[in-house]
């Protein structure tokens, strides 16, 4: 199957600055989202984003589907950032199901 | 509109129990997966319906593990049984169709088994 590989495991910020999450994986991929797996463990959509660069407020995403990596810029963080980062792809042979990283833990101090 | 849905929330179930978790898709989903996620992992796939056909199981882990989707709707994950290896939290998610969609997650179903 398809290997997700996210960087960095963890990562403590201090709020108003900016990070940068990358996510590899192994094989072309029809699917890419990231999540942000709150404190209260629901996953919530941040961006679907197979190839091409989406933006959403402080967050956005660059996917390069030809050399198999994905980014996550967050910008001036804050707190409520904090949390579990996925990235997932859609998994090989069945193409259906997503295919987890191990995740990003980032937390914003004040 | 409404999210995914899923209950119940919390299930404690002793070691040999049996347990039901629900799941309601976004209504008009086609496709629909369920996902287990033991502490400080990523979820991990478990099986996928598309309407009420169960077209991939091969996540789980278990002849314990069984999950139906009868009407094309709600789909319901039953775990025989109960081991405490069971003990995670049960997400399950859905899609407006198959390959190459957005998926949508509910909020999960921990379960823990003592």
């Known amino acids: 199957g398809i290997q997700v590989e996210q960087s960095p495991p963890d990562l403590i910020l201090q709020e108003g600055a900016n990070s940068t999450l990358r996510c590899n994986f192994s094989?072309?991929?029809?699917?890419l989202q990231w999540f942000h797996q709150n404190p209260w463990g629901q996953l919530i959509n941040l961006f679907y984003?197979?190839?091409g660069t989406k933006q959403n407020g402080r967050l956005s995403a660059t996917t390069v589907a030809t050399e198999r990596y994905s980014l996550l810029y967050i910008s001036s963080s804050q707190t409520t950032d904090s949390g579990v980062y996925f990235c997932?792809?859609?998994?090989?042979?069945?193409?259906?199901?997503?295919?987890f990283g191990k995740g990003t833990s980032l937390l914003v101090t004040p | 509109g409404a999210g995914v849905s899923q209950s119940p929330r919390y299930k404690v179930a002793k070691r040999g129990q049996d347990v039901a978790l629900r799941c309601d898709p976004i209504s008009g989903h086609v496709s629909l997966f369920w996902y287990q996620q033991a502490l400080g992992q990523g979820p991990e796939f478990l099986t996928y319906f598309q309407n009420e056909a169960q077209l991939d199981k091969s996540g789980l882990p278990s002849d314990r593990f069984f999950a139906e989707r009868p009407e094309g709707s709600v789909s319901t994950l039953k775990i025989q049984r109960t081991q405490q290896e069971d003990s995670a939290v049960y997400l399950c998610?859905?899609?407006?169709?198959?390959?190459?969609?957005?998926?949508?997650f509910g909020p999960g179903t921990r379960l823990t088994v003592t």
């Open positions: 998610a859905s899609s407006f169709d198959s390959s190459a969609y957005e998926q949508y």
């Open positions: 094989d072309s991929v029809n699917n």
């Open positions: 997932a792809v859609e998994r090989g042979n069945s193409g259906y199901a997503l295919n």
């Open positions: 984003i197979p190839s």
